[in-house]
């Protein structure tokens, strides 16, 4: 059994032990506030990471509606230029006819009136086929500003990708902040239950 120790000594110790204390209350009041700050930090990111995923699911329905316009646009420019062959192929088929009705002066006289309603028609389609010229120029136009709108709202998208990457990183070291803030709460734990078992007489 040790030998008592003088009231001086025991005093000292006392006040050791309480300064100890009172450090290490300190410490674990201060990771308690570091859990804390982290598990709202843990919040703050989730909630960042819902807006971004809303956000690039808008930006994908943008581009499916964008697509859906091109090829809209596609489909008219295919009619466009099946007319402007079908008017090529009139254009043709009315000079073999002139040339057969050249066999008569009656016959020439006949189809002089018919060729001017012809040639009308025939300046008519092609007063149209210039219209429908200008407007495939207008939708050409129109597909390459949708494609540059798409390019720069691909970009973004990238962008956002990248910044998920990294949000997802910061939010997956949470986890393992709290994993050693849990052990680091332990073993003040059990360091405090050991100091007090020492305080006590016959410790």
């Known amino acids: 059994m040790p ?19 009172a450090a290490q209350q300190g410490d674990i009041q201060q990771l308690l506030m ?14 960042e990471l819902a807006a971004a995923q809303g956000e690039i699911q808008r930006l994908k329905n943008a581009v499916g ?8 646009l596609m489909d008219t420019k295919a009619k466009l230029e099946a007319d402007l062959r079908g008017a090529d192929t009139l254009r043709k088929e009315l000079q073999v006819a002139r040339q057969e009705l050249q066999g008569t002066r009656g016959e020439i006289q006949a189809l002089t009136s018919r060729r001017q309603a012809e040639e009308a028609a025939r300046m008519a389609q092609h007063q149209q086929a210039q219209q429908q010229q200008q407007l495939l120029a207008q939708q050409q136009q129109q597909m390459q500003q949708q494609q540059a709108k798409i390019q720069q709202q691909a970009a973004q998208i990238g962008q956002m990708n990248q910044d998920l990457n ?26 405090s239950g050991c100091l007090l078992w020492d305080a006590l007489p016959g410790g």
């Open 65 to 72: 509606e964008k697509d859906q316009v091109i090829r809209g």
């Open 166 to 191: 990294r949000m997802h990183a910061d939010v997956q070291q949470v986890p393992k902040l709290r994993q050693e803030m849990d052990a680091l709460t332990q073993e003040l734990a059990l360091a």
């Open 34 to 47: 570091e859990n804390q700050r982290l598990a709202a930090t843990h919040v703050a990111l989730r909630q």
């Open 3 to 21: 030998a008592p120790q003088p009231p001086a000594a025991q005093n000292v110790a006392g006040q050791q032990m309480e300064i100890k204390l």
